[in-house]
């Protein structure tokens, strides 16, 4: 199963990204918090969700579960 990161940081709509291992927009480790290996992206934006309050799939790794802030 893929390991999902979620960022720290908001983008700048307000949300926490969050991303597999190794996307290539996946902030540098320390900017970001390891939420462990989910089967799908939804379970992992349901666990960063604990953590941050507007968390959102990430549009080019977790695009499944990303929601357009639209
Ligand atoms: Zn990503």
Request: with cysteine.
């Amino acid at each position: 199963m893929p390991r999902y990161y979620v960022n720290n940081e908001t983008t700048y709509s307000g949300d926490h990204i969050v991303h597999v291992e190794g996307c290539e927009h996946m902030p540098p480790k320390g900017k970001c918090t390891c939420l462990g290996d989910y089967s799908n992206c939804f379970d992992a934006v349901r666990e960063a969700g604990k953590l941050f309050p507007r968390p959102n799939g990430c549009p080019h790794c977790a695009r499944l579960s990303h929601v357009d802030a639209d």
